[in-house]
């Protein structure tokens, strides 16, 4: 998913303790329909409220350990190790943004709505890639650093982010992130949540990204252009007009860039780069992905071998690129 990582609330000297014991059993995906875990979000406002009501810091943190985080589920426990998120985080969002949280509360009770659509779209999947192994999907609340991330065979959604549309109120948030959320928010995620949940679900299916920004921009790239063949939608964010009106000028620079293990201009970021535009490396990926894709004459073939390049090798990674065109000049690159 875009926007992935987040300017961060300052890291906290209080981390969350260990759950006493999870809510249920790890959650097992089967190809007769998805695990789709939502109850960490109706305990998050069961906490959210009694850290509002309380009148002193010591109540307000025993209170969201207790119900919260003791109570988490397995894939709230992978989303906080995911993002580090400790539990001074948690209560400091809770108390600095309260126009944002009563702005989206109502938004991710929609949780159960929004993954409605996923059933349907992993039997696609499934026909694209018959090999489609099964993960579990996780709507938590996170502390704004994530609409979505992955760990082993669990897709992790912050819905606090992934749920969110225009209507959310970020005026108290801190800058950058008060702009790259409000700019991200417009773009209404909520409507694209089911091709955020296939971008995340392919991340399952893929081995792990190596450090370069070459391999990190194939790993992403291959699930931005997976999603939209399952999904048939594109997150309409301002990479995807910015990319096509500088392609060559996109390309070049990646070209300059790739072996960079730095990726500020290119994933995860602000607009506060050298394009003035955020996560243009999601851009590249995608028309990386798209060109070899054009290039196999077996299609199917083309998605397997795209879900199982191992990016954490380099070599591997430069030939999947060199076989996509990407690089190429203009007028060799495939005809769109």
Not at 24 to 29: L, S
Not at 217 to 245: I, S
């Amino acid at each position: 998913m875009q926007l992935s990582a987040w300017m961060a609330i300052p890291l906290a000297s209080c981390a969350i303790a260990a759950p006493a014991a999870p809510s249920g059993a790890t959650p097992k995906a089967s190809i007769a329909g998805p695990v789709i875990e939502t109850r960490d979000i109706d305990r998050f406002w069961i906490a959210y409220d009694a850290v509002r009501s309380a009148t002193d810091r010591p109540t307000k943190l025993a209170s969201f350990q207790r119900l919260y985080l003791d109570q988490a589920t397995p894939g709230l426990q992978a989303l906080i190790a995911a993002r580090r998120y400790t539990l001074a985080q948690y209560v400091d969002a809770i108390e600095s943004y309260p126009k944002f949280w009563a702005s989206i509360r109502p938004l991710t009770i929609r949780a159960k709505e929004a993954a409605t659509p996923l059933a349907t779209d992993l039997a696609t999947f499934r026909q694209l890639y018959p090999e489609l192994k099964p993960a579990s999907i996780t709507y938590a609340i996170g502390a704004l650093r994530t609409g979505g991330t992955t760990q082993g065979t669990m897709v992790l959604i912050g819905a606090e982010i992934a749920l969110a549309d225009e209507s959310v109120d970020v005026s108290e948030l801190p800058e950058p992130m008060r702009t790259r959320l409000g700019t991200y928010f417009a773009t209404r995620p909520f409507a694209n949540n089911g091709q955020n949940n296939i971008h995340e679900y392919v991340h399952t299916q893929q081995q792990d990204s190596g450090d370069s920004l070459a391999a990190r921009v194939a790993y992403e790239g291959v699930a931005e252009f997976v999603a939209e063949r399952v999904t048939g939608q594109r997150p309409p964010l301002q990479l995807y007009v910015y990319g096509p009106a500088h392609r060559d000028a996109v390309r070049e620079r990646f070209r300059a860039d790739m072996a960079k293990t730095e990726w500020d201009d290119w994933l995860y970021n602000s607009d506060r780069n050298a394009f003035g535009v955020s996560d243009m490396g999601y851009f590249v990926g995608y028309e990386i992905a798209r060109g070899f894709y054009e290039r196999t004459a077996d299609k199917r073939a083309a998605i397997r071998e795209m879900l199982r390049l191992p990016y954490g090798d380099e070599a591997a990674v430069r030939d999947y690129i060199a076989k996509s065109g990407y690089l190429a000049t203009t007028g060799d690159r495939p005809a769109r």
